[in-house]
């Protein structure tokens, strides 16, 4: 498996739907692997829609979306490997206090 079974080692990090691995393709592309929460309330449909909208999606300021994959109740959203730091890590973490933002009126 892309993300060696899930290993600790592998994990980015932990969001609000789930946890995120890195992982390799079998053409060594490096990819990230979120797997989404078994709790949620989001049924197959809803996920197959979200795929389908975010697939379409592009900007170079968003991460792209590779792939999808359901078996059973397991869901999991592959995008490219950004190797630096998350969003929210810029937003919130420790670099956040020197984060300014301007905006012109």
């Known amino acids: 498996m892309a993300t060696n079974n899930f290993q600790s080692t592998n994990k980015l990090g932990q969001g609000g739907f789930g946890p995120v691995y890195k992982g390799l393709f079998p053409g060594g592309q490096e990819i990230a692997v ?6 949620s309330e989001q049924g197959q ?3 197959i829609n979200e795929v389908e909208l975010m697939s379409k999606l592009r900007h ?3 991460v792209k979306l590779l792939g999808c994959c359901t078996e ?3 869901k999991m959203l592959v995008y490219e490997y950004l190797p630096n730091m998350s ?7 420790k ?3 020197s984060l300014c933002l301007l905006f012109l009126l």
């Open 34 to 39: 979120k797997r989404l929460s078994r709790v």
């Open 60 to 62: 170079r300021n968003l």
């Open 72 to 74: 059973g109740e397991e």
């Open 95 to 97: 670099r956040s206090k």
């Open 87 to 93: 969003l929210d890590y810029f937003m919130f973490g």
């Open 45 to 47: 449909q809803e996920f």
